[in-house]
């Protein structure tokens, strides 16, 4: 399965492969192990996770901890803004993290939080495995400026891409949804970016949600990125040929081309931001419910998307 999207890349962005020191292949047989649902070496980046992360809870703060230190132990030079508020009553903490000084940025999001009800909500598909696949993408661009930063590192400047990977808190309502008790994190950082004009250098925001469970399709939910999904969709063909979630053929969201579904991504989306959206429709069968489980996580669906999100970008930045 890797040698095909490694061929893949290699037709798209050969630049990488020949001038890049690094074996994608390798990386990802070598690193991969770091998202097993049952090998818990010190540094597997999917267990810490399995807790629940109620906002301004002792858990969350361990859960913040962990990705900060993460960050801390990469050898690019990523900057680090946290944001700590507060909003009916609680606590909220949003991390994001930044790669490069460019004038675009993709930035890749899921959120941290879990839902407070039921007690014992540990949401692993929501959204977890997310968190842990935003991990291993980002040690995937790290390796890559590590190995071969005269390569990446012009591109991570001026008119080049940088990323920016960004952890929400306080996605879930704390009671019942509503536009002013749900995505308490991403209001608030669409409203900073928009003041200090950073939105304007968000070329597309991907946001993660509902990954890591049973595979259910991923449609494409917008026009502007239909384009972005494509690319992606020819990524995970190349990848596998078993139970392919995204179909770009399938338009019946594109006619609508608006928000069907609330998430993170909707302060950005009504602000101009290009959107991709990746969560499942329907979704999960566990969807907030206390099934949504590490037993329910399937090892080859987060893989799966931990890798296709770090060719992902690196393709994004290859176009650039
Ligand atoms: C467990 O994971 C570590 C770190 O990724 C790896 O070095 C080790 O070989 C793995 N052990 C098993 C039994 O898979
Ligand atoms: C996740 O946590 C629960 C509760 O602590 C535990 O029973 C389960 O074994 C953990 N799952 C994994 C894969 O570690
Ligand atoms: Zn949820």
Same mark, same amino acid.
């Given at each position: 399965m890797?040698?095909?999207?490694?061929?893949?890349?290699?037709?798209?962005?050969?630049?990488?492969?020949? %001038? =890049?020191?690094?074996s994608f292949e390798e990386? /990802?047989?070598?690193?991969?192990?770091?998202?097993?649902?049952?090998?818990?070496?010190? #540094?597997?980046?999917?267990?810490?996770?399995?807790?629940?992360?109620?906002?301004?809870? %002792?858990?969350?703060?361990?859960?913040?901890?962990?990705?900060?230190?993460?960050y801390r132990g990469m050898e690019g030079p990523w900057q680090l803004e946290e944001d700590s508020f507060e909003a009916n009553g609680r606590r909220f903490k949003n991390l994001v993290f930044t790669l490069g000084e460019a004038s675009h940025y993709v930035t890749i999001a899921a959120h941290y939080d879990s839902k407070v009800a039921p007690e014992g909500f540990v949401g692993a598909s929501d959204s977890?495995?997310?968190?842990?696949?935003?991990? !291993?993408?980002?040690?995937?661009l790290d390796r890559l400026y590590d190995e071969d930063a005269a390569l990446l590192e012009p591109r991570l400047r001026g008119a080049g891409i940088g990323f920016k990977i960004v952890f929400f808190d306080g996605e879930?309502?704390?009671?019942?949804?509503?536009?002013?008790?749900?995505? !308490?994190?991403?209001?608030?950082?669409?409203?900073?970016?928009?003041?200090? =004009?950073?939105?304007? /250098?968000?070329?597309?925001?991907?946001l993660l949600d509902l990954l890591g469970s049973e595979p259910q399709p991923i449609p494409s939910y917008f026009r502007e990125t239909h384009w972005y !999904? %494509?690319?992606?969709a020819s990524l995970e063909a190349a990848y596998t040929h078993q139970e392919l979630q995204l179909d770009a053929q399938?338009?019946?969201?594109?006619?609508? #081309?608006?928000?069907?579904?609330?998430?993170? /991504?909707?302060?950005?989306y009504e602000a101009g931001v290009a959107v991709l959206h990746l969560v499942p429709w329907p979704f999960p069968s566990v969807w907030h419910t206390l099934e949504d489980d590490y037993d329910h996580l399937q090892q080859g669906q987060v893989d799966?998307?931990?890798?296709?999100?770090?060719?992902?970008?690196?393709d994004c930045a290859a176009r650039r």
């Open positions: 890797f040698t095909a999207i490694t061929i893949v890349l290699w037709i798209l962005s050969p630049w990488l492969l020949v %001038e =890049g020191g690094i990386f /990802h047989r070598e690193n991969l192990p770091l998202l097993s649902l049952t090998n818990s070496s010190e #540094n597997n980046l999917l267990l810490p996770f399995n807790t629940t992360r109620t906002p301004g809870s %002792e858990e969350s703060l361990k859960v913040q901890n962990f990705i900060k230190r993460f977890a495995a997310s968190c842990a696949i935003l991990l !291993y993408v980002s040690r995937f879930e309502a704390l009671q019942q949804w509503r536009a002013d008790d749900s995505l !308490y994190g991403s209001r608030r950082l669409a409203g900073q970016w928009a003041r200090s =004009g950073t939105l304007d /250098h968000i070329e597309l925001l991907v !999904y %494509e690319r992606l399938d338009h019946r969201f594109l006619q609508a #081309n608006g928000v069907t579904i609330e998430d993170d /991504h909707v302060p950005f799966k998307w931990a890798v296709l999100l770090s060719e992902f970008l690196i």
